[in-house]
Structure formats: C-alpha cells, structure tokens
C-alpha cells in the first residue's frame, strides 16, 4: 500500500506565559497508507488534535518531518502552502463551520472557487457532491434551516469538492446525537470505500474507531500504539448505509 501520510518525530510546544512550556507531541511517528480510514484516538491532552493540525499544514512543528504524498510539507511557505492546504487536504470540523448567510450549494463550491475553479463548474460539482452525500432536495437551504446532521453532510461535501488526497476530520461526531452520529459515520465509511479517499478521524467516540480500518493510539505526545479493526465490523458499517448514487455532473 502506498504511503499517503508520514509523520517523523514530530514535537510542538506551545509557551504558556514567560517560562511555561506545554509540550504538545514529542516526537510523534506514524504512516497512514493511500485508501485507509484511520482513527486518531487517545484522552484529553494526548496531541491528537495539535498532530492532525500538522498533518493538515494548518500549523507547523518545532520538529521532525511531515510528507503527504511524496513531498515535504512541514517546511512549505508561502503560495506552496496555500496550495497544499486548499487542494491537498479537506477539512470536517466537529462545529461545521458553515457560512450562515449562504445555502448549501454556495458553501460546497465556495472552497473550489477559493482553489480558482469556475463558478459554473464549481456548482456542477457541488451539485454532484450534495447529491453524494443525500442532499440533492437542499441545494438552495442556509445552515439554519437545516439539521444538525445535514449540515456535517454540507462539511464533507465540501471537504471533498477539491479532491484531495486526504480528509482530516477533528471530532466529526462530536455535536451530534447517537443516531445522528451512526448516520455520518456510515457516510464516511461509504465514501471511502466507494471513492478510495483516505480518511484521518481525531476522535474520542469508540464507534467512529470501530468503523475504521485502524486505530492509532495517542498519549502525552507521542504515538503509543495501532491496532487493526476487525473487517467484519466495517463492513458491517458500511453494508449499514442508505447513501444514494452520485449524481451526474
């Protein structure tokens, strides 16, 4: 399986006041393989968050070395990181982070136009990424208006809209209800299995864990641990789902 992610001895630390240091990661090391839907999982303060962040290209460590893809991405400056960060990596917040004053349709394609694809091409393909993740009948709806649920499915259209080569999700069940929760993760696991995009979860719900492929174990800073999922409870997972067919651009 080809490599997708790498993290090499990766530290972070974060100054808290004159002479306080927090050490974050402390040289945290892991692969994550092209395909693969993987947990980050470890208690409050481990590093998870602060990891995925780096992987992500949304801040950078003090040490090590970071790879998506075939290139070095910890020391990138500049326009290469906007690059990496806007078609390289898709972002699923636990909070949604829609625009409240714009429909569905304009939050997916906004993050395309930012990339510098065409406005008309733009709302073709988040046409067809709404209808992917079943809200083809609320296109034209503000978050308001829809649910809890429905806006995740929003976050993850639109995470995917630039075809990156992987989607970090920070807690991608964390404001939602059980029921909810089941839905999307059943989302994710369709959507990896059905497009091959790689997935990375930072997550403290066992269920998300459950219906990955691996779980990596965190704990203060550094990887302690992965192990495999059983095939059978994914596949379960996602034989569980009701997603539509994609709709054609």
Do not use: W
């Not at 807690?171 to 369709?190: A, C, F």
């Not at 864990?209 to 409870?233: F, P, S």
Request: proline residues 4%; charged residues 25%.
């Amino acid at each position: 399986m080809k490599t997708i992610i790498k993290a090499k001895g990766v530290t972070k630390r974060y100054r808290l006041g004159k002479n306080n240091f927090v050490d974050a990661l402390r040289g945290a090391t892991l692969e994550i393989g092209q395909g693969e839907m993987v947990a980050i999982m470890g208690p409050s303060g481990s590093g998870k968050s602060t990891l995925m962040h780096i992987l992500g290209c949304l801040d950078r460590p003090n040490s090590g070395e970071v790879y998506l893809g075939s290139r070095r991405v910890d020391d990138l400056r500049g326009r290469h990181l906007t690059k990496v960060r806007q078609k390289g990596v898709g972002f699923i917040f636990q909070g949604f982070n829609l625009i409240s004053t714009m429909t569905a349709l304009e939050n997916v394609s906004i993050a395309a136009e930012y990339a510098g694809m065409g406005r008309k091409k733009a709302h073709e393909k988040a046409r067809e990424l709404l209808g992917l993740v079943g809200l083809s009948d609320r296109l034209n709806h503000i978050p308001s208006e829809l649910s809890g649920g429905q806006q995740q499915r929003v976050a993850i259209a639109r995470a995917l809209i630039n075809d990156p080569l992987v989607l970090l999700g920070d807690e991608p069940t964390g404001d939602l209800d059980t029921v909810t929760s089941d839905e999307i993760v059943k989302l994710l696991r369709d959507i990896n299995t059905r497009t091959g995009t790689t997935f990375v979860l930072v997550t403290h719900n066992p269920e998300v864990g459950e219906a990955c492929d691996r779980v990596i174990r965190m704990r203060d800073g550094v990887v302690v641990g992965t192990e495999a999922v059983a095939a059978e409870a994914a596949a379960v997972c996602s034989a569980g789902t009701t997603l539509p067919a994609p709709v054609p651009a």
